[in-house]
């Protein structure tokens, strides 16, 4: 079965960074996209970054563009995603969500979160 793995979060000050960790294990078929989602308390769940796993290609959410970045080692089957310069409103839970098969580009799954394997999420605290 495939399976999610999350680990990185914890409570930041304004303006530091943290490198989150998502494993990934029993895709036998691989996985078209692999991305980063958050939701605040109150709010929606949000795309943050995804990445292709063909082409690489990469789409970020407008708000944390410049300052979180995304990225793969296919060889330990694990995704990143640094983040710099983080902010208060960054504050939420991160998810890490795998796409079995292309239904749209990249960048349209992430903005519309259609993934179809999702991990438990790690907590992202950003105060002082």
């Known amino acids: 079965q495939p399976h999610l793995v999350e680990s990185g979060g914890g409570l930041v000050q304004p303006g530091g960074t943290l490198r989150l960790s998502c494993a990934a294990s029993?895709?036998?078929?691989?996985?078209?996209?692999i991305g980063w989602f958050r939701q605040a308390p109150g709010k929606e769940r949000e795309g943050v970054s995804c990445?292709?796993?063909?082409?690489?290609?990469?789409y970020y959410a407008d708000s944390v563009k410049g300052r979180f970045t995304i990225s793969r080692d296919s060889a330990k089957n694990t995704v990143y995603l640094q983040m710099n310069s983080l902010k208060p409103e960054d504050t939420a839970l991160y998810f890490c969500?795998?796409?079995?098969?292309?239904?749209?580009?990249?960048?349209?799954?992430?903005?519309?979160?259609?993934?179809?394997?999702w991990g438990k999420g790690t907590l992202v605290t950003v105060s002082s």
């Open positions: 969500a795998a796409a079995g098969r292309v239904r749209a580009t990249v960048q349209t799954m992430c903005v519309r979160g259609d993934y179809d394997y």
């Open positions: 029993g895709f036998t078929s691989g996985f078209y996209a």
């Open positions: 990445i292709s796993s063909r082409d690489g290609s990469t």
